[in-house]
C-alpha cells in the first residue's frame, strides 16, 4: 500500500495495557527494567541498541532520502514545516557549534551546514553517517559525522571544545537509558548554550511518566523493527531536565503540532 494508506491504518489501532503496573519512582533502576521488559513482550525479543538500525539502498537514499521516499505531500510537507521550525527556534549563525545526537538522514545537519554552522552528526546506524557524509561531500557542505549511541556520547566528547547546542530530532525517544544521557550533556554545551528538542512525543497527558508509545505506528515500529518508541508526560519531562540541571520551554510550531520544539537552558 502507499505510503499515506499505511499511515491512516496505524490510526486505526491503539492498544490499552489495563493491568500494567509500573513501580512509583519513574527515575528507578526497577521503573525503567518495567519499561525493557514490556519492550520485550512487545517486540518478541530483547531491546539492544543494535536493533534501531535502519535499512535503505544507499543510492536510492542519495537520489530520494526521506521524506521524499514516501512521495506523499502531506508527510513532505508536514517533515520540511518541523525542520524549518527548529532551525528558527535554534537561531543560531555562522561560526556556531551544533552537535546533532540521532542525526538520521541528515535532514537538519545539512540545513545548518549551509547556514554556516560547524555541525558534527552523530547517528548509532552506519548506513545513515555514511549517508550524511554523501549527502554533505556532493553539496559541498562540511558536516563532521561520528558512529556512536547515546550511551557514548559524554566519553566520546568530554575533552573537546563546548558546542552551543545539541538537538535531538525524533531522536531522543530512542534512548534507552535518557536520564543517564541528559546528565552527559552538562559538560558538552557552553554556560549559555542549550538542547533543543524537535518533533519529540512530550505529551500532556501520557498513560505513563514514560513509557512504549501504544499507538499504531508505533507498535508496528516496535514490532516490525525493534525501535524503542518512547513517550513521555510534560511534567515528567520537565523534572527530568530539572534533576539533570536544566529548564525548559515550550516553542509551538504554528501549523504542525508534531513539529513542536522543547528549548532547554542551564538553570
Not at 555514511?130 to 561520528?146: D, F, K, S, W
Amino acid at each position: 500500500m502507499s505510503d499515506d494508506a499505511l499511515r491512516s491504518s496505524f490510526k486505526t489501532v491503539r492498544m490499552q495495557l489495563d493491568d500494567v503496573v509500573f513501580p512509583a519512582d519513574p527515575f528507578s533502576d526497577a521503573y525503567r527494567m518495567a519499561v525493557l521488559d514490556l519492550y520485550e513482550w512487545l517486540h518478541g525479543g530483547l531491546y539492544e541498541v543494535s536493533n534501531e538500525m535502519t535499512p535503505f539502498e544507499m543510492q536510492a537514499a542519495l537520489a530520494q532520502p526521506f521524506p521524499y521516499l514516501t512521495s506523499s505531500p502531506g508527510v513532505v510537507g508536514d517533515y520540511l514545516i518541523a525542520i524549518g521550525h527548529l532551525v528558527r527556534t535554534l537561531d543560531l549563525g555562522p561560526g556556531s557549534r551544533v552537535l546533532e545526537l540521532g542525526a538520521g538522514w541528515g535532514n537538519v545537519a545539512l540545513p545548518l551546514a549551509r547556514l554556516g554552522i560547524e555541525v558534527t552528526a552523530v547517528d548509532v546506524c552506519p548506513s545513515f553517517v555514511e549517508l550524511i557524509r554523501a549527502r554533505a561531500e556532493r553539496e559541498g557542505l562540511q558536516v563532521e559525522t561520528r558512529l556512536a549511541d547515546f550511551s557514548e556520547i559524554g566519553e566520546l566528547f568530554g575533552g573537546e571544545r563546548p558546542f552551543d547546542a545539541v538537538v535531538f530530532f525524533e531522536s531522543f525517544h530512542h534512548s534507552a537509558d535518557h536520564n543517564r544521557l541528559l546528565r552527559s550533556l552538562s559538560t558538552l554545551v557552553s554556560r549559555n548554550g542549550k538542547l533543543i528538542f524537535g518533533a519529540e512525543p512530550i505529551e500532556r497527558r501520557f498513560w505513563q511518566p514514560w513509557s512504549l508509545r501504544l499507538d499504531g505506528e508505533s507498535l508496528w515500529a516496535i514490532r516490525r523493527n525493534g525501535w524503542l518508541e518512547l513517550g513521555f508526560r510534560q511534567d515528567y519531562f520537565l523534572e527530568a531536565l530539572r534533576r539533570a540541571g536544566w529548564g525548559a520551554q515550550l516553542v509551538a510550531c504554528p501549523a504542525t503540532r508534531w513539529g513542536q520544539v522543547w528549548v532547554s537552558t542551564r538553570l
